[in-house]
Every structure is written in structure tokens, then in C-alpha cells.
């Protein structure tokens, strides 16, 4: 009988020693014959292998091929591993955006491009390199489900009249929605009905009322702007019109009731001057009323209902350069209302300071810097007109008339400072 013998495991070159009784045959003493066979170790065992043996019964080895697949196999679940934390730690959340050539390129917080857009009309240099790209686009979460969306304005560089368009995408890149401002109006007498949003910010969200989007667009060359309110999926709520461009805005909880209210500035064609308005956002309806220059009112809607509205007086310097004065740069901080008002243009805007308390007090009027008195002191310096900028006329800035919201024609004055 032959047997087949394959074995691989610990001991596998040791000598095997198997007993067969042979039944066949018996022994001297009448019992069967034992018969031994003896399978010796292969030929290049030696003496030290027989040690190794007894080391290796104490510690069993993987063989050669398996421990190399094992340890791929570790070196693999390392990597997963690896890529897999990453991927749970990094934020990828878009956060920031800059132009590139005729690409808008959006990246998360460490500055990695999460994926960018080719606008084919590229854009329009003065409106973004003038703010600058970051008054131009939003990042938060329009619908209250964790996912950031990112809010774009766009205007195309094309010589011919163009609207500009709000764009909404989502955090990787897929347009929802587009948004055009602005409607054809009368008043525009043919001009084409072209609008460019100046502003752009977003509401927080109330206990009542979902995040909701507010735009400021202007109608260039003319007077007519639009505030308009929009949902998270831009669709126009409701619509403020004002005759003057308003081209700054800031949100602010300015009495403490847990909303935010809507200050805007710019400037009032009907009066020449620079305005500030203030808005409740469940309340923006409706056109000013400019009763000035009815010629500038905008018809068909009904009369608006400011919470205020200021005009700023204009120094004599800017009358004798320029059309109008130009409220800009709103800010709100520790019950403090603060903006400027330019009345030049070079050297950078010959800025007038205003402070307000909450409840829109005056606290100071006052020019910033030297940039005012110096381009006063250098116009008035020779001719029939010339003389220094005189306490009356510094006197005369802390006169801002109230149009709307106000008890008196004048704004108070709480606690002046020189």
C-alpha cells in the first residue's frame, strides 16, 4: 500500500517515525512483527536548521509571501485611514473667492480651490476692483440645513448697457437660481432698464423668518434704485424705491428687539444731498416721496414707510465742485450709528464724520483727518471768495435734516462732542 503524505505546518522537516503492524507476519513470540519506517530530513538539513526548528516552535512565523500581503494590507487600511480623517477634518466649506482672468475661483478656509467658473464676458473691472470682490459675494446657509451657499454678483465687461445678476450656488459649485434687479419704469423716459446691484447682504435668521437676501441696485445714469428682499430661492418678497442711488448698506439690531434693521446711504437726487435711510425689513414697500422735485418721483407704487430718513448738509466746498454730497461707509457698534460724508472727490473724499446714538441722536459731526480743511484752505486761498474754513461753517454740519421719523425738522442733538 502506498500513502501519500503532504504535510506543511510546524515540525515539517522533522523525522516522522510512522509504525505499521504487519499482521501478515509474526514474531518470535507469536505476536505480529513490528516493522518501523523511518523518513529521514531532506539532504541540506544541518544541525543549526535543527535549532532554528526549536526557535521557531516557540515563535511560529508567517511564511515569506503571506507576511508580505499582510503588511500591504496594513500599509492600505493606513492609508484609508489616513485620507478618511482628512477628509472628516478638513473644511471644505467654501469661504472665500477671487477673479481670475474670466474665472471666479472659490476656495475653503486654508485658501484650496474647491471649483471655480468661466464667465465667457468676463467682468467688469471698475465694479469689482473698485469694493473690491468681497462686496460682491456671500457665503452661509440660506436654508437652515448645514449647507453653505455661495451668493455671486455678476456684471459681464460688455460695452453695451447690461444688467448685472445675482447668482446662487451651492457649496460644490451648482447653480440654483439667478437673480436680475431692477424693472422698466417710466420715469427711465426709454432709457433701457438696466440695473447694477451695488450691495449685497443677508438677513440672519428670527425665530419667525428664514435668512432672506437684501440687494441695492441702481439705475445708471439715472436716479431710480431698488432694495429688494428675496427668499433663499430669489424670488423677489417685496421691493423699496428711492430716487438716489444708495450704494452702501449696513444691518443692525439697532433697538434691541432681536431683528435686524436694514441703513442704507447714498445720495438724494431730489435734494442734492447725501441721505441715510433706515428700513424695518417686513416693511420695505412702496417709492419715497420726493416732494422737492416731483419731476424725480417714481410712480405707480405706494408712498414708503421709512423708519428715517436724514439729509446731510453740504459745506460750500462741495457746492461750488460737485452736484451733490455722498453718504458712505454706515457702521453700527456699541449703540454707536457712524458714517461719512464726502465732500469732494480728491483728495479721498474730503470725508465728514457723523455719530449717532441708538435712537439717532447726534453726538458729533466733525471733519476727519486734514484732508477737508486742506482742500478748503487751497480753493479758498485767492479770489473774491477767499477766506478759512469759519466756526459757523463747522457749526453748520451738525444741521441734518430729518424727512422722515424724526419729532423736528432737525435732528437732536444728545451729548455733542466738540
Given at each position: ?208 423668518r428664514p435668512p432672506r437676501i437684501v440687494v441695492s441696485s441702481w439705475q445708471d445714469p439715472w436716479w431710480p434704485n431698488q432694495i429688494a428682499m428675496l427668499d433663499s430661492n430669489g424670488k423677489t418678497i417685496s421691493e423699496y424705491w428711492h430716487s438716489g442711488a444708495l450704494d452702501h448698506m449696513v444691518l443692525a439690531d439697532l433697538d434691541g428687539d432681536g431683528r435686524e434693521e436694514i441703513v442704507a446711504t447714498g445720495i438724494s437726487n431730489g435734494y442734492h444731498q447725501a441721505t441715510l435711510v433706515v428700513l424695518d425689513p417686513d416693511r420695505v414697500f412702496g417709492a419715497s416721496t420726493e416732494a422737492a422735485r416731483p419731476e424725480l418721483q417714481i410712480h405707480g407704487m405706494a408712498a414708503a414707510q421709512e ?112
Open positions: 500500500m502506498r500513502w501519500s503524505l503532504n504535510y506543511s505546518g510546524e515540525g515539517q522537516s522533522d523525522s516522522i517515525v510512522i509504525t505499521l503492524p504487519n499482521r501478515t507476519a509474526p514474531g518470535p513470540d507469536g505476536r505480529p512483527e513490528k516493522r518501523w519506517i523511518v523518513a529521514t530530513p531532506r539532504a541540506e538539513e544541518t544541525a543549526g536548521s535543527r535549532d532554528e526548528r526549536e526557535d521557531e516552535r516557540q515563535i511560529p512565523k508567517v511564511g515569506a509571501g503571506r507576511g508580505v500581503k499582510v503588511a500591504a494590507a496594513i500599509a492600505v487600511i493606513g492609508i484609508v485611514g489616513y485620507f478618511s480623517i482628512r477628509m472628516l477634518t478638513a473644511d471644505n466649506r467654501p469661504r472665500s473667492g477671487r477673479l481670475d482672468g474670466s474665472t471666479l475661483r472659490i476656495m475653503n478656509a486654508e485658501g484650496k480651490e474647491l471649483w471655480s467658473k468661466v464667465f465667457p464676458g468676463g467682468f467688469t473691472t471698475d465694479w469689482y476692483f473698485g469694493k473690491g470682490i468681497e462686496t460682491h459675494i456671500w457665503f452661509g446657509d440660506l436654508e437652515g440645513g448645514g449647507n453653505t451657499s455661495v451668493l455671486f454678483l455678476y456684471s459681464p465687461a460688455n460695452p453695451q448697457p447690461q444688467s448685472s445678476m445675482l447668482i446662487c450656488y451651492t457649496d460644490r459649485g451648482k447653480e440654483k437660481w439667478r437673480w436680475t434687479p431692477g424693472r422698466d419704469l417710466p420715469e427711465l423716459q426709454g432709457t433701457p432698464a438696466t440695473y447694477k446691484t451695488q450691495v449685497l447682504r443677508v438677513l440672519k435668521a428670527t425665530d419667525k423708519r428715517l430718513r436724514l439729509l446731510f448738509p453740504r459745506s460750500d466746498l462741495n457746492r461750488a465742485l460737485s452736484q451733490f454730497n455722498r453718504a458712505t461707509e454706515p457702521a453700527v457698534g456699541r449703540g454707536i450709528i457712524r458714517l461719512s460724508v464726502q465732500e469732494c472727490t480728491s483728495p479721498r473724499g474730503c470725508p465728514i464724520w457723523y455719530e449717532f446714538d441708538n435712537s439717532f441722536h447726534l453726538i458729533t459731526a466733525y471733519a476727519g483727518g486734514d484732508e477737508f480743511r486742506s482742500a478748503h484752505a487751497r480753493f479758498y486761498q485767492n479770489g473774491k471768495d477767499a477766506h478759512q474754513l469759519s466756526a459757523e461753517e463747522q457749526a453748520a454740519f451738525q444741521k441734518v435734516r430729518c424727512l422722515v421719523g424724526c419729532k423736528a425738522e432737525i435732528v437732536p442733538v444728545g451729548n455733542l462732542v466738540p
